[in-house]
Every structure is written in structure tokens, then in C-alpha cells.
């Protein structure tokens, strides 16, 4: 049985994509690319049951934002 898949599955790619040719891949060539394009957060475990969507973070970090807006400037440093 497992001759008979491996044979299927040689003959499954086409001629024309013949990866033994392929050489100079670059790893990581557009990680900064990437990086300047995505603002990706990761989440702690607990902090992504409480907020399992990005709606939901979205949602909680602007009444966040709004809740720290309306609140006066300290003007004492906090020991």
C-alpha cells in the first residue's frame, strides 16, 4: 500500500517544477519589509481568552483610551 502512494506522489509534480535546480534562496530576505508593514501583537493566554477576536481587543483598548482621556493629569509623581 505505502509503494503504491509513493508512486502516486512522484508523479504528481510536472516536469517544469523541478526544485533541484532552484539555488540562492535568501532566508528572511523581507523580514524588515514585513516587519514596517504589520503592527502584529502577541497575546498572553489569558489576555486572549478574555478578547478571543481583534474586535474585541479593538473595542476594550479604545474604551481604554477614552477612559484615560477623561481623566486629570497627575500632577504628584506616584512612589
Known amino acids: 500500500m505505502n509503494r ?7 508523479d504528481e ?8 535546480h ?9 523580514v524588515e519589509r514585513y516587519r514596517a508593514g504589520t ?10 481568552q478574555a478578547f478571543p477576536t481583534e474586535d474585541s481587543v479593538n ?9 484615560a482621556q477623561r481623566q486629570p493629569a497627575n500632577s504628584k509623581p506616584l512612589k
Open 39 to 48: 503592527n502584529l501583537v502577541l497575546l498572553d493566554s489569558d489576555v486572549a
Open 22 to 30: 532552484l539555488s540562492g534562496g535568501v532566508r528572511g530576505k523581507y
Open 4 to 10: 503504491k502512494i509513493d508512486a502516486e506522489m512522484e
Open 13 to 20: 509534480l510536472r516536469p517544469e517544477y523541478d526544485f533541484s
Open 59 to 67: 473595542e476594550a483598548l479604545r474604551l481604554l483610551m477614552q477612559v
